[in-house]
């Protein structure tokens, strides 16, 4: 297997950033009372997953790495539950492309990190 040259190489990566685009685009039709809210809270913990997994690929020692990765998984955790405020408040139309979308970044993120420590 080909070590990537860059993150955006990283499938985890580009799945998370994929996330972060569905993110956006469902928060665009949020209430304007939640601009300063939910909204920019949903947008920054989605944006922080694909940062931190970018950031912790330059990194050089497996714990600074792990590190990185680890922030990732809190703040994927905290976009779960941003999927289940904004569905209990009626914000969403499609939560079920939003759970399966996270569900997919963990796992994937759950096994790059098991790899990492493999290695």
Same mark, same amino acid.
């Given at each position: 297997?080909?070590?990537?040259?860059?993150?955006?190489?990283?499938?985890?990566?580009?799945?998370?950033?994929?996330?972060? =685009? #569905?993110?956006?685009?469902?928060? $665009?039709?949020?209430?304007?009372? $939640?601009?300063?809210?939910?909204? #920019?809270?949903?947008?920054?913990?989605?944006?922080s997953i694909?940062?931190?997994?970018? $950031?912790?690929?330059?990194?050089?020692?497996?714990?600074?790495?792990?590190?990185?990765?680890?922030? #990732?998984?809190?703040? =994927?955790?905290?976009?779960r539950y941003?999927?289940?405020?904004?569905?209990?408040?009626?914000?969403?139309?499609?939560?079920?492309? =939003?759970?399966?979308?996270?569900?997919?970044?963990?796992? =994937?993120?759950?096994?790059?990190?098991?790899?990492?420590?493999?290695?």
């Amino acid at each position: 297997m080909e070590k990537s040259k860059t993150f955006k190489e990283v499938i985890v990566w580009q799945k998370a950033h994929a996330f972060v =685009l #569905s993110v956006y685009k469902v928060s $665009e039709k949020f209430p304007k009372s $939640e601009m300063y809210g939910l909204t #920019s809270q949903f947008r920054r913990a989605a944006t922080s997953i694909a940062a931190n997994i970018a $950031e912790g690929y330059k990194k050089r020692g497996t714990a600074d790495k792990l590190r990185f990765y680890n922030i #990732s998984q809190g703040s =994927l955790e905290e976009c779960r539950y941003f999927i289940i405020l904004a569905n209990d408040l009626d914000y969403l139309q499609d939560v079920n492309k =939003l759970n399966t979308q996270i569900e997919e970044v963990s796992k =994937l993120l759950h096994g790059y990190i098991k790899a990492i420590k493999n290695n």
